[in-house]
């Protein structure tokens, strides 16, 4: 793996979220109450950016088109697209599939992304 900074921690409040580049890799970049995590910034529903989306229940980010829900620390699917209704009819085709995540280094109040 290859370390990537990816912004000052002040850029990133406790409780936001901020995009960046790791290599090949567009990842969304969390401060939550017990530290950065990381994860792709793709939503595995329908691509939707995920830096658009919401947090949520202290450790979710809910993606802004179909409310699927997801676990920032493990990146496992809490709650499968489920907006608008009749939305549950593509789910069918689109098994749910967890996030990427990707370890978090916080060094001289910078933060990399391993990728």
């Known amino acids: 793996m290859t370390r990537y900074r990816i912004c000052s921690e002040n850029d990133i409040p406790s409780g936001s979220m901020k995009p960046g580049q790791a290599g090949k890799e567009t990842v969304v970049v969390f401060h939550l109450e017990d530290g950065f995590y990381a ?58 599939k967890a996030l990427k995540t990707y370890p978090v280094i916080v060094e001289a109040g910078q933060v990399f992304v391993d990728a």
């Open 39 to 96: 994860t792709q910034n793709q939503c595995t529903h329908l691509f939707a950016s995920l830096h658009k989306g919401k947090l949520v229940a202290g450790h979710q980010v809910e993606c802004p088109h179909h409310r699927t829900r997801f676990d920032i620390r493990t990146g496992e699917v809490v709650c499968w697209a489920n907006h608008p209704p009749g939305v549950q009819l593509l789910n069918i085709l689109r098994a749910k």
